[in-house]
C-alpha cells in the first residue's frame, strides 16, 4: 500500500467517524421515537419479525408511526398511501440538493445514501456541504440507522413486557426531535410564515378529525411560504 492510499483511506476513517459523531445527539434524541414504533407496530397486530423488518426495511420514523396510527384507527388502503407519499415527499428535494456531491458515485453507493437518507442526516449533511464525502454521509446514516433499529428492537421487546406502552406518551419526541431539525432552518420570513400556517392548519385540522390533516397542513403552510416570499419579493421590486 502506498502513501496515498493510505492517506485516502485515513481521510475516509476520519470523515466516516466524524458522520457518526455530528449526528449521535440526534441518534440519542430518537430513543423514545423508536421505542414508539417498535410497540405500536406490535399493538397494530404485527408479528415480532415483521416488527422488526418494518423498522429495519422501511426505515421512516414519521412514515411508520403515522401508517400504523392509521391502521389501527381503520383508515382505508388509499389514505394510508397517500398519506405516507406526501410526508416522505421530502426526500426528493433532499436528493436534488445532494445530486451535485453525489452524482458522479458508483451506483451502489448513491443507492446506499438514498436509503440512509433521513431528515436527520440532511440536517446534519447541509451544514458540510462544501466538504461532503461519502464516508462522512455513511458515518453519519449508519449511526441513526443502527439506532433506530436498536430503539425500535427496544419498543419490540417492551411492547411485550409492559402493558398499555403508548399510554406513557413517548410521541413527545417526535415533537422535540423535528423542532431541532426545523428550527435552524427558518432563515427568513417565508419560512417562519409557512411553519406557523402548517402549524395552526394541523391544530385545525386535527380538531375536526380530518384524515388528511398532517398532509394538508404540510402542503398549505408551503403554498402560503411561497406566495408570502412573491409577494414580499414584489413589495421590494416596486419599492
Not at 467517524?17 to 407496530?41: C, E, K, N, R, T
Not at 404485527?46 to 384507527?73: E, H, P, T
Not at 433532499?94 to 445514501?113: D, G
Not at 437518507?117 to 440532511?122: A, G, P, R, V
Request: net charge positive.
Amino acid at each position: 500500500m502506498n502513501l496515498s492510499s493510505f492517506t485516502r483511506q485515513s481521510d475516509a476513517s476520519r470523515s466516516f467517524y466524524q458522520g457518526a459523531l455530528d449526528i449521535l445527539p440526534l441518534s440519542i434524541a430518537v430513543l423514545p421515537w423508536g421505542i414508539l414504533a417498535g410497540s405500536m407496530a406490535v399493538n397494530a397486530g404485527l408479528s415480532i419479525w415483521q416488527s422488526i423488518a418494518m423498522s429495519a426495511v422501511v426505515f421512516a420514523g414519521a412514515a411508520q408511526l403515522v401508517s400504523l396510527g392509521l391502521v389501527m384507527a381503520g383508515a382505508s388502503i388509499f389514505t394510508i398511501i397517500i398519506t405516507v407519499f406526501f410526508i416522505t415527499s421530502q426526500h426528493f428535494i433532499y436528493a436534488l440538493k445532494f445530486r451535485p456531491e453525489v452524482m458522479h458515485y458508483p451506483f451502489f453507493k448513491r443507492l446506499l445514501i438514498g436509503f440512509l437518507l433521513t431528515d436527520e442526516l440532511f440536517a446534519v449533511a447541509v451544514t458540510r456541504q462544501n466538504k461532503l464525502t461519502f464516508a462522512y454521509i455513511f458515518g453519519a446514516g449508519l449511526c441513526f440507522y443502527l439506532a433506530w433499529c436498536i430503539f425500535s428492537l427496544l419498543g419490540i421487546v417492551l411492547a411485550h413486557s409492559i402493558s398499555d406502552l403508548q399510554k406513557l406518551h413517548l410521541d413527545f419526541s417526535i415533537v422535540a426531535v423535528f423542532i431541532l431539525l426545523i428550527i435552524p432552518m427558518i432563515k427568513n420570513r417565508a419560512c417562519l410564515f409557512g411553519a406557523l400556517v402548517s402549524m395552526c392548519s394541523a391544530l385545525i385540522f386535527k380538531y375536526f378529525h380530518i384524515e388528511a390533516g398532517t398532509v394538508l397542513s404540510g402542503v398549505l403552510g408551503m403554498f402560503c411560504a411561497v406566495l408570502f416570499a412573491t409577494q414580499t419579493s414584489r413589495q421590494e421590486q416596486k419599492a
